[in-house]
């Protein structure tokens, strides 16, 4: 068996067998050189401030999200891709409400009912109608800490919650900011989803404007007030009691509210004290990587930690 193992190499001139020594090692070294074509696997892991600081760069960097805008479409394609590369299957759900198109994204990794809901609103408002210069008025809002902050911190999460967890859907909505205005109202998005899909999370979790330098996330007063505890007490263990304060301050109108008068248990997580809301000057600079940091930390933690009960 070995003498006719290996006949080639006895009657293979050495030097030629060095050349094709040679060729094949240098193709090794040169294959090592190239890019890897396969894309790699998603993997769990922990949530990262500045690489959800950057996506918040990338969505201010398209301009403002506007509905029917250019970059408004431009964010639902960047998401979708980003979201299906970290493993996720992504649907977008389309209707009307007030005679304007809606455009809910919707990313799970299972078709069965969710149990948990995360979600933020992935819009920004057509008129900064609060900048202190009355000639900026008329122009749009950035959006990034209102709308791309939240965004950020869904997708981070997308990328590090555990891939076997299909209990999730991360839910981006559309039209939630542009009330007051002529022709529109606030939530559409949020009203849109609820109204069309029959499910009965066990929790939704909203993100909006949670990246302000100076984090100050006071309780929602409408917010369902057990998970809302859940939720504190989770940050408070995480050492993150000075940004997840134990006082309730506003009465909010936000994308939970179609949850709540749904019986569906729902907690808006929002800094609400952010003085260039509604602004031109709600720009990438005013968000911090901590403050994402800290909310991704803190709703990375609160999963994990439901799927480790029984």
């Given at each position: 068996m070995r003498k006719t193992s290996f006949p080639v190499l006895k009657r293979t001139p050495i030097p030629l067998l060095l050349s094709i020594v040679l060729v094949v090692l240098g193709g090794i070294l040169l294959w090592g050189n190239f890019p890897d074509r396969t894309p790699p696997e998603p993997a769990s892991g922990k949530f990262d401030g500045q690489r959800a600081l950057q996506d918040v760069a990338y969505q201010v960097s398209l301009g403002a999200r506007t509905p029917g805008s250019a970059a408004h479409a431009k964010v639902r394609e960047w998401m979708r891709d980003e979201l299906e590369a970290a493993g996720w299957r992504v649907e977008e759900q389309s209707a009307e409400r007030m005679g304007q198109p809606v455009h809910?994204?919707?990313?799970?990794?299972?078709a069965a009912p969710p149990e948990i809901v995360l979600a933020a609103h992935y819009d920004s408002r057509l008129l900064a109608d609060r900048d202190p210069d009355p000639e900026m008025q008329s122009q749009p809002v950035p959006g990034a800490n209102d709308g791309a902050s939240g965004v950020a911190v869904l997708l981070e999460l997308a990328r590090v919650l555990p891939r076997d967890d299909a209990s999730i859907w991360l839910v981006f909505f559309d039209a939630e900011d542009n009330g007051n205005i002529p022709g529109w109202?606030?939530?559409?998005?949020?009203?849109?989803?609820?109204?069309?899909?029959?499910i009965h999370p066990e929790a939704v979790i909203i993100l909006d404007m949670i990246g302000d330098a100076d984090l100050n996330i006071y309780i929602e007063k409408n917010s369902d007030a057990k998970l809302t505890a859940a939720i504190w007490a989770q940050?408070?263990?995480?050492?993150?009691?000075a940004a997840f304060i134990p006082e309730a301050r506003y009465s909010m109108l936000d994308d939970h509210t179609p949850f709540l008068e749904a019986g569906i248990p729902a907690v808006d997580i929002i800094d609400f004290d952010y003085p260039f809301w509604h602004t031109t000057s709600d720009t990438t600079e005013k968000v911090s990587r901590q403050s994402l940091q800290i909310v991704g930390d803190t709703i990375q933690a609160w999963v994990e930690n439901q799927n480790r009960e029984p």
């Open positions: 809910n994204v919707v990313a799970y990794r299972s109202d606030w939530i559409l998005g949020s009203r849109a989803f609820v109204e069309t899909n029959d940050a408070a263990q995480l050492g993150y009691e």
